[in-house]
């Protein structure tokens, strides 16, 4: 099946620091996803992107679909305390009958004050 | 809107003993789905559902039954729980895949089960 690398596995970073993180594919995808899941929570959708090479914000956060549609990259900036959380990449290729997302093992993030 | 709820949110099940877990979601979504998320593994997709009366296998369905009798409710079940189904269950639910922007996926806030 398809498989994704996500990268780093975790980080811990200064408050006020940007934070970057990527996904790899073994294949092409049209769709990414990225979710953050809070604690105890179940994830939740921070930014979706539909085509290669679109660049998408919401508020501090950065994603992008790269060219070769085996990637994509989530930036945060200036980074607060309750960024803290677990960010997962998804992806999927909507070919016929494809209704699966992959999702990578997630990056975890700890922000210190 | 309440979004996608799950029942129960814990349980404690023995090896060998049979559960349901319980997913509702109120926005008339087509799509749902199970997933399991154990430690550095990710989320996993266990079964889906196209449609109410529909059901698919996804990566990981063995030991799991599901049914959609309703459209706005899917069931997992577990026929006899063995300790590697320990773990977090996640369900989510999207609209039909028709349009850009119509397929992301709403999640429940997740049952942690324990099997001893």
Redesign the interface.
């Given at each position: 099946g398809q498989q994704l690398n996500q990268s780093p596995q975790s980080m811990f970073i200064q408050e006020g620091e940007d934070v970057s993180m990527n996904c790899t594919s073994s294949s092409i995808f049209n769709t990414w996803l990225w979710y953050k899941q809070d604690p105890g929570e179940g994830p939740v959708l921070l930014i979706a992107l539909y085509k290669a090479g679109e660049l998408t914000s919401n508020g501090r956060l950065t994603a992008q679909f790269g060219i070769t549609r085996k990637d994509s990259f989530l930036n945060i900036s200036a980074s607060i305390p309750s960024d803290v959380g677990i960010y997962f990449c998804a992806g999927r290729y909507s070919g016929a009958g494809s209704y699966q997302l992959t999702f990578g093992k997630g990056t975890k993030l700890s922000v210190i004050p | 809107n309440a979004g996608?709820t799950q029942t129960p949110k814990f349980r404690v099940l023995k090896t060998g003993q049979s559960m349901t877990l319980l997913c509702a979601q109120d926005m008339n979504h087509e799509?749902m789905y199970w997933y399991r998320q154990d430690p550095?593994?990710?989320?996993?997709?266990i079964h889906?559902s196209?449609g109410e009366g529909t059901t698919?296998k996804?990566?990981v369905p063995d030991g799991y039954n599901v049914s959609r009798l309703k459209k706005q409710n899917f069931l997992l079940g577990l026929e006899s729980a063995a300790p590697s189904q320990t773990s977090v269950y996640?369900c989510?639910s999207s609209y039909r895949?028709i349009a850009?922007?119509a397929?992301?996926?709403?999640?429940?806030?997740?049952t942690r089960l324990t099997v001893l």
């Open positions: - | 996608v799509y550095g593994m990710g989320l996993r997709l889906y196209v698919a996804g990566e996640f989510a895949q850009a922007g397929d992301t996926q709403y999640f429940g806030p997740g």
